[in-house]
């Protein structure tokens, strides 16, 4: 039986600032019926490697418009998706309907559907949570892994400063997304901060930013409760998966004035990592690492030997 979906109307993503990508979209990815995702695809599509940009909540694929044309411009190909309920990708209105498999399973079929290969996982948030989960069960398919402000959680307790979040966001069904992300993210103006609010008309387009915060593998008051051990399993696994079995390159890159995902947890995600370097401190960054786009991405593509010259 097909999702009951919401689809945010063309006209509120006319003319956003540093967004002049074309939308492209798939309407058939299996077990996802009568849903349509958004993604940008630029750059050549026979390129040797192929950048998978993927957000966290409650952000979408805008949050990579600084990076996209660094690694474009370097040869590259660049897919950034929304995921559903984010962007311009359809929105279930269901707020049950987003549980951690359901995302997994639908970014497994999108890659599935795009046959990517040589791919470069660039997650930030929700987008690595979700895409370090794949990488042991695609091995043929992921060279090497781009990680901004990220984790693979494992049920340890939750830093203040998401419980902070997870508390605020239940307190406030119709969040504001644009301001809160814009508190976190100083560097934003008026127009990026509308472009953020850009995919939500109203609180009812809104469900799957309600919901990832309770999807986290992270206890509260000591006890995980059932969505947020549905992905622990899986989790667990990744973590011994890229501890023991990874053999590509990585590169991380760290928002310094993180409360959410702070430094200490990066540096804890890079020790499970196997032969993960030094990571890129960003000072001046908080949660939202892909704002501070350009150089970041150009310190990422020197690591793996993929920067074109000027």
Not at 145 to 159: A, Q, V, W
Not at 184 to 194: G, I, M, Y
Not at 294 to 307: H, I, S, Y
């Amino acid at each position: 039986m097909p999702i009951q979906a919401q689809r945010t109307p063309d006209e509120r993503f006319r003319n956003l600032p540093g967004w002049p990508f074309a939308p492209r979209y798939v309407e058939d990815l299996p077990g996802f019926d009568g849903l349509r995702m958004h993604y940008v695809d630029e750059g050549p599509r026979d390129a040797a490697v192929t950048f998978l940009c993927i957000h966290g909540t409650p952000s979408w694929a805008y949050l990579y418009r600084k990076m996209i044309p660094v690694f474009a411009g370097s040869g590259h190909r660049v897919v950034a998706m929304d995921l559903f309920g984010f962007g311009r990708s359809d929105k279930p209105v269901d707020d049950q309907v987003y549980r951690y498999h359901f995302h997994r399973c639908s970014i497994r079929a999108f890659i599935e559907r795009l046959d990517l290969r040589n791919i470069c996982l660039v997650g930030q948030d929700w987008g690595g949570i979700l895409g370090l989960s794949l990488v042991m069960d695609m091995t043929e398919r992921f060279t090497r892994l781009f990680l901004m402000n990220t984790s693979l959680p494992h049920g340890e307790e939750p830093t203040p400063g998401f419980a902070r979040w997870r508390a605020e966001n239940r307190s406030r069904p119709d969040n504001p997304v644009g301001s809160w992300i814009r508190s976190r993210t100083p560097v934003l103006s008026d127009a990026e901060e509308a472009a953020y609010d850009a995919p939500f008309p109203d609180m009812s387009y809104k469900g799957g930013v309600r919901r990832f915060p309770e999807l986290i593998m992270r206890p509260e008051n000591g006890v995980l409760s059932e969505s947020a051990r549905e992905g622990l399993e899986t989790s667990l696994a990744a973590r011994r998966f890229l501890s023991e079995d990874w053999r590509g390159e990585s590169f991380m890159a760290i928002g310094m004035q993180d409360v959410v995902i702070t430094p200490q947890r990066m540096q804890a995600l890079r020790q499970v990592i196997r032969g993960c370097g030094e990571a890129c401190e960003v000072p001046d960054a908080g949660h939202y690492v892909p704002e501070w786009g350009e150089p970041v991405a150009r310190a990422g593509l020197a690591t793996f030997g993929l920067l074109a010259p000027r």
